[in-house]
Nanobody, 128 residues
Framework: QVQLVESGGGSVQAGGSLRLSCAAS????????MAWFRQAPGKEREFVAV????????YYADSVKGRFTISRDNAKNTVYLEMNSLKPEDAASYCC?????????????????????WGQGTQVTVSS
């Protein structure tokens, strides 16, 4: 069982910044991929960003590319999402997701069904 706990959400004005954190604990595999998704009221869960185990490879949704940065600190079992130039349409509940990374697996997973563990989410509100 893997537990994920997010933090760092809040309310900001458009153009502002927030940094989300997600701490993993429990029975994590030796290497694992981490991602961020978001879900706004009345909308489906949406992929935001993913990072591989090494932290060197990342991929972003077009809607956040150039504004958001995903990173990780494996010594702390923590993944981060730095969000800059926030827009009202970025407002959502942001969840981190975990997937064990086996040898030969691609890290580039963008579907919610690719991930086996999820956090509870942290709310981001952006006012115009």
């Amino acid at each position: 069982q893997v537990q994920l706990v997010e933090s760092g959400g809040g309310s900001v004005q458009a153009g502002g910044s927030l940094r989300l954190s997600c701490a993993a604990s429990g029975r994590t595999y030796s290497t694992y991929t981490m991602a961020w998704f978001r879900q706004a009221p009345g909308k489906e869960r949406e992929f935001v960003a993913v990072v591989d185990w090494s932290g060197r490879n990342t991929y972003y949704a077009d809607s956040v590319k150039g504004r958001f940065t995903i990173s990780r600190d494996n010594a702390k079992n923590t993944v981060y999402l730095e969000m800059n130039s926030l827009k009202p349409e970025d407002a959502a509940s942001y969840c981190c997701a975990y997937k064990a990374a086996y040898y030969g697996d691609s890290y580039l997973k963008t579907r919610p069904t690719d991930y086996s563990s999820w956090g509870q989410g942290t709310q981001v509100t952006v006012s115009s």
